[in-house]
């Protein structure tokens, strides 16, 4: 749809109301969704392990991965580390380390089910930088296949270049 102009020349406003309720709008089958997880989660006033939580709303893949992820100190809820079974409550900021990225997620809806990921993104605000893009992340220490195993020369390099990344596989000595 093409602007058009006022009477003072200047273009006026490009979204109609049919438009801006258009985008609003929810689909059926997701509006359902929603209703349904709501019934099965938690009543008003109540919490969810953010183990679970994180697993519900497809932010990481298995529940077990998101007890490990808490007690591995890679999940933080309002700046504070947690353990899995930290309750969280609507408005809490989650801040979740995973697969080398850093998700940042405001608590919209308490779920205890895991759901599809029309209903997921509907209960929670994602405040996450945006991903590197797949170029500016390279690889560490993945041969090609078929070079077969790597020669003393190779290792040694390899374990140089991890300990400049902090990896520490180097000797003390510097050789």
Do not use: F
Not at 139 to 156: C, E, L, S
């Amino acid at each position: 749809m093409a602007p058009q102009a006022d009477e003072d020349g200047t273009a006026g406003p490009q979204n109609t109301v049919q438009e801006a309720d258009a985008e609003k709008a929810v689909d059926p089958q997701v509006a359902a969704a929603i209703a349904a997880a709501e019934a099965a989660g938690p009543a008003s006033g109540e919490s969810v392990r953010v183990d679970s939580w994180i697993w519900a709303v497809r932010l990481i893949k298995t529940r077990s991965l998101g007890a490990a992820a808490c007690k591995g100190g890679h999940v933080r809820v309002n700046g504070q580390n947690v353990k899995p079974s930290h309750s969280l409550r609507v408005g809490d900021e989650v801040r979740l380390r995973h697969e080398g990225r850093e998700r940042i997620v405001i608590v919209k809806r308490l779920i205890r089910k895991r759901v599809g990921a029309p209903v997921a993104v509907q209960c929670y605000v994602d405040n996450s930088p945006p991903p590197p893009p797949r170029e500016a992340v390279a690889p560490i220490g993945i041969r090609d296949r078929g070079t077969g195993r790597p020669t003393k020369r190779d290792r040694r390099e390899l374990e140089r270049l991890r300990g400049l990344l902090g990896g520490g596989a180097g000797r003390p000595d510097g050789r």
